[in-house]
């Protein structure tokens, strides 16, 4: 029997322009082709490198690094709206000033004097109430001008005036008040016994009290005013705490 000859495999010509390079250098384990299907399947791969800092990003810090700062600009011009508000008060405020309107009377039918308070501020004064006192202190010693705050209090002059408006003043007649019962407070002079020891230079007179007020931001506000007289000029007195009586409050 022949023997059938088996047909050669032919080989293709490579093309024009192409050379046939043979395969010398046998592929690695990275370059084999991959099957992602099968068991064997294998990839490497290097996972990115986690740069963080107490548990943050470096674009976490940076944004909360820009938070923080708009925080403090934030702050910081609450603050400076804040103080200028507070400027704005005090600029804007009434201010009332105590002062004498004439010489004090004294004698055997009158004690008083006449004192006026004028609104030197740019704002209304509102709920104006003025209350004040006349009185004998004996020399040598210092006048004590925060009794009335305690009660049953002292007899007073109280004067209560709506509004007071910039420039404008009110004026209130401070008598020596004394009590003739216990729901009525009357005028009087000072009795013979007082107006000697005045006349003598033992005692001098003041004239104190406090001014209450608002202005039209609601911010209540407060004038103290002091003023005294001797009978027999020249002398010496002690009377320094009636002048550093006066005060005025700095509310905003």
Same mark, same amino acid.
Not at 26 to 43: A, D, I, L, M, V
Not at 215 to 233: A, E, M, N, Y
């Given at each position: 029997m022949?023997?059938?000859?088996?047909?050669?495999?032919?080989?293709?010509?490579?093309?024009?322009?192409?050379?046939a390079?043979?395969?010398?250098?046998?592929?690695?384990?990275?370059?084999?082709?991959?099957n992602?299907?099968?068991?064997?399947?294998?990839?490497?791969?290097n996972?990115?490198?986690?740069?963080?800092?107490w548990?943050?990003?470096?674009f976490?810090w *940076?944004m909360?690094s820009?938070?923080? $700062?708009?925080l403090?600009?934030? !702050?910081? &011009?609450?603050l400076?709206? /804040?103080?200028?508000?507070?400027?704005?008060?005090a600029?804007?405020?009434?201010w009332?000033?105590g002062s004498?309107?004439g010489s004090?009377q004294?004698? *055997?039918?009158n004690a008083?004097?006449? $004192?006026?308070?004028?609104?030197? !501020?740019? &704002?209304?004064?509102?709920n /104006?109430?003025?209350v004040?006192?006349f009185?004998k202190?004996?020399n040598?010693?210092?006048?004590?001008?925060?009794t009335?705050r305690?009660p049953?209090?002292?007899?007073?002059?109280?004067?209560?005036?709506?509004?007071?408006?910039?420039n404008?003043f009110?004026?209130?007649?401070?008598?020596r008040?004394v009590?003739?019962?216990?729901t009525e407070?009357?005028?009087?002079?000072?009795s013979?016994?007082?107006?000697?020891?005045?006349q003598?230079?033992n005692?001098?007179v003041?004239a104190?009290?406090?001014?209450?007020?608002?202005d039209?931001?609601g911010?209540?506000?407060?004038t103290?005013?002091c003023d005294?007289t001797?009978?027999?000029?020249g002398?010496?007195?002690?009377a320094?705490?009636?002048?550093?009586?006066n005060?005025?409050?700095?509310n905003?």
């Amino acid at each position: 029997m022949g023997h059938r000859k088996h047909p050669k495999k032919s080989q293709q010509a490579p093309q024009e322009g192409h050379f046939a390079v043979p395969d010398r250098y046998p592929k690695t384990e990275e370059q084999q082709p991959t099957n992602h299907n099968g068991p064997e399947s294998y990839c490497k791969f290097n996972p990115p490198v986690d740069r963080r800092i107490w548990k943050m990003t470096v674009f976490e810090w *940076a944004m909360a690094s820009l938070t923080f $700062l708009a925080l403090c600009v934030g !702050g910081l &011009t609450g603050l400076f709206i /804040f103080n200028q508000v507070q400027v704005t008060r005090a600029d804007q405020r009434p201010w009332m000033k105590g002062s004498r309107n004439g010489s004090f009377q004294i004698d *055997a039918s009158n004690a008083n004097v006449s $004192l006026r308070f004028t609104n030197i !501020g740019k &704002t209304p004064a509102r709920n /104006f109430k003025v209350v004040c006192f006349f009185k004998k202190v004996s020399n040598y010693s210092s006048p004590n001008l925060d009794t009335w705050r305690s009660p049953p209090g002292e007899p007073s002059t109280i004067s209560e005036i709506g509004t007071v408006f910039p420039n404008d003043f009110i004026d209130v007649i401070d008598n020596r008040m004394v009590s003739k019962s216990q729901t009525e407070v009357v005028s009087a002079p000072f009795s013979a016994a007082d107006l000697e020891e005045l006349q003598k230079g033992n005692a001098y007179v003041v004239a104190y009290g406090e001014v209450r007020y608002s202005d039209v931001f609601g911010i209540q506000h407060w004038t103290k005013f002091c003023d005294w007289t001797d009978l027999v000029p020249g002398g010496t007195y002690t009377a320094a705490m009636c002048s550093r009586y006066n005060d005025t409050d700095d509310n905003k």
